[in-house]
């Protein structure tokens, strides 16, 4: 999201005056300080089951809950790497020269989930389950197999896209294969200036918004017109 | 319980290397008289005060196909030190470097200079001197030594987060594993793992201190 947000917030100050600070982490970080009394206005979630909790806890502004984007998923290697993961798709991870696979921690994480998904859905988990090295979040996973530690990996479109990877090679794993990477974003109770973060998740809706996040490697689901009209 | 064994293990295997490398090292620190020992205080006492991410990443890179390390490894062993045990192993040593020399420095210096000088007039050589008089006058920073380095590699995070892969049973220390179980909102298996944690911590460091009495400060003032 880091590199998308940067440049809607660019784009939301020049256009408004209003000033944006951002502060990057893990979604399940901010979900849990967000609980304990997190000074934050907007809270953009990697996954939609935060926001949910977070808005059945009476913690966000009613109404405000919004699937602002839905995570792509693709298989990268350096562009070092000897296979063509772009026409081999998923028999990169069988080759044998491929001995760690990094995806996101599957336990806490929406998109090293799906990418479990993925590959139980190809038929390829069983014989790929050993290799699997598990990075923290997805960015980390991204680190892992982009300091060569891991020879490919599973990570977020919206990493692959961005200046330090766009060099390597990769997959796009078709959006069918795992359950939607649906992401939410929400106003928070606490904010200070509701206004101004109702100003900004709007400008996130508008088409400006939207297609910034589609530049950044982010999809939409369809389901997006009702959710606009609440 | 394989977080917790895994956690222990590591703390040993961590301990006796740096015993083993440590005490040269602070003995070399303790008695020279090269005007830039400094230098090399300066490198060991490092980890003390650089944020286990910087360590962490940096191991990353030395482990990985392009460090030095990971190349060397890889030409040896055909697989990647990162996400290994020994792997961590490495990142550790490095990260508890300081816990294991300094103690040991601070002990060797405090041993009475005029026992040395007797045990040379009685014609003893350097090592024996060491294994004779050095060594059993600093007991005390021995046990600090390995105490605080056994203790330091178990609550280990930043840098096994950096370059362990969170693989069950070769890399998720019990630390991961609680920070695992925060972060799937599994507070109540998280707790339970930290206050075990905490009372075997507990345990294990009241035992030695209540063994060795006269142990305490580390690093003594000069």
Redesign the interface.
Known sequence: MKFAMTGMAAEFEKQTGTSVLVTYG?S??F??QIQNGAPFDLFFSADIDYPRKLEAGGLAEPGTLYEYATGRLVIWTPVHSKLDVARLGWQVLLDASV??I?IA?P??APYGRAAVAALEKAGVYESVKAKL????NISQAA??VQ????QAGIIALSLAVSPAMKDGKQWEIPADMHPAIVQGAMVLKNAKDKEAARAFLNYVKSEKGRATMARYGFGFSKGKQEQEKR | MEALWLSFRLAACVAAILLVIGMPVAYWLAYSKWRGKFLLESVVALPLVLPPTVLGFYALVALGPRGPLGKLWFALFGHGLAFTFGGLIIASVLYSFPFAVQPLISSFEAVDRKLLEASAVLGAGGLRTFRRVILPLSLPGVITAVVLTFAHTIGEFGVVLMVGGNLAGVTRTVSIEIYDHVQSLEYAEANRMALVLLAISFGVLAVVYAVNRRVWTPWAAK
Do not use: R
Not at chain 1, 147 to 150: D, R, V
């Open positions: 893990s399940g970080n979900f849990s001995q760690k990094s921690n336990n806490h090295v598990f990075g923290e680190q892992f300091s060569g530690n891991a």
